[in-house]
Every structure is written in structure tokens, then in C-alpha cells.
């Protein structure tokens, strides 16, 4: 494998200053955090890296996805607070005290190979947005409905189909990126 090329695996741990120690059940309560980390560290990073590769159409979607990540954890603490407050924004919180960590990492993957990190970023991105809209948001909303609470099935549902919304946004630029990709090559 030549150094210039980078796996989806190696920016998954350029994150991994984030994730030290982080707690990811899959309960409810934790992916109110997982929608802010998304909003505030992954997303405006991955608009980052497009922009610095020099593809500002895919730093746009990049930055709308994560302003709609941001209503995802809203809708949701709306949720909670009819239920009980939960545990607020510890894995947020400690993605944010690791951002210049995070950041260096990442600056040492776009300097190796800007247009092979925003490809993979692409496909990362792809590969949350459907495990979320698939299989983890489906999940809550059964548990919702099995609990006959119709306002909190709802709120899922609203997010499975903003979810899924940004997986097609997402592997729409990934396709005309690699199509206008193999056009020049
Ligand atoms: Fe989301
Ligand atoms: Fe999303």
C-alpha cells in the first residue's frame, strides 16, 4: 500500500482523540451527544477537508448536514425533557477539549493525499448516515411505539427520513466526484 493512500479506517481514528473512553450504547440518551459530535466536530471538519481539496459545493453539503444534526439533537432533548433529563453532552464535551487534537491529526492525513481523505470522508459520512437511518433510528422507534408513545415514534421517524436524506445527498457527490474524477484522469 503506497503512503498516499488513505483507508476510511484511518479517519476513523483521526477521531479517535474523540472517542477515548467514549460510551456508546445505543441508548437514546447517547445519540443526543452522537447528533451534536456530528454538528459540531465531524461534519464542519469534513466540510474542512472538501474545502482545503478544493470541492466547495461538497463543503456546503458538508456544513447544511451538520446544521440539520443540530435540530436532530434538538427534536431529541425536546423528547427528553417530556421524559426526564438525560445525562447532557459528556461525549460532546470531550470531542470539543480534543478538537486541536483532532485537527492535527486530520492535517496530517490532507497532507499526504486531500482528494484521497474527502473521497473517504464521503464514504464514512455514507456509512453513518445509513447505520442511523437503517438500523439505529428504526430501532428507537419501535422501542417508542412498543411503549405507546406516538409523539417520541414521531420524532424518530422525522429523523430516520432526515437521515436517510443525508445519505443520498451524500453519495450523490460522491458519485459526480468520482465521475468528474475519472474524467480527468
Ligand atoms: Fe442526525
Ligand atoms: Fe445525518
Same mark, same amino acid.
Request: glycine share 4%.
Given at each position: ?26 441508548? #437514546?440518551?447517547?445519540?443526543?451527544? !452522537?447528533?451534536e459530535?456530528?454538528?459540531? +466536530? ?5 466540510? *474542512?477537508?472538501? $474545502? ?30 417530556e421524559m ?13 477539549a ?12 490532507? #497532507?499526504?493525499?486531500?482528494?484521497? !481523505? ?5 464514504k +464514512? ?5 445509513? *447505520?442511523?437511518? $437503517? ?5 428507537l ?15 424518530y ?14 453519495q ?14
Amino acid at each position: 500500500m503506497s503512503e498516499r493512500t488513505i483507508t476510511e479506517d484511518m479517519i476513523f481514528e483521526c477521531f479517535a482523540a474523540a472517542q477515548k473512553g467514549a460510551d456508546l450504547q445505543s441508548s #437514546a440518551e447517547s445519540f443526543v451527544d !452522537v447528533e451534536e459530535y456530528e454538528n459540531r +466536530v465531524m461534519y464542519p471538519e469534513f466540510a *474542512r477537508w472538501a $474545502k482545503e481539496a478544493g470541492y466547495p459545493e461538497i463543503s456546503k453539503i458538508f456544513l447544511t448536514v451538520a446544521g440539520e444534526e443540530k435540530a436532530h439533537a434538538v427534536w431529541m432533548r425536546e423528547l427528553y425533557q417530556e421524559m426526564g433529563e438525560p445525562p447532557r453532552g459528556k461525549d460532546t464535551a470531550r470531542a470539543i477539549a480534543a478538537l486541536k487534537e483532532i485537527r492535527d491529526n486530520c492535517d496530517r492525513l490532507l #497532507a499526504m493525499n486531500p482528494e484521497g !481523505v474527502l473521497e473517504n470522508a464521503l464514504k +464514512v459520512a455514507i456509512r453513518v448516515e445509513n *447505520r442511523e437511518w $437503517k438500523e439505529i433510528y428504526p430501532n428507537l422507534r419501535d422501542q417508542a411505539i412498543a411503549a405507546k408513545n406516538t409523539r417520541a415514534a414521531e420524532v424518530y421517524q422525522r429523523v430516520i427520513d432526515s437521515e436517510k436524506q443525508h445519505a443520498v445527498w451524500f453519495q450523490e457527490a460522491l458519485d459526480s466526484y468520482q465521475n468528474a474524477r475519472r474524467a480527468t484522469a
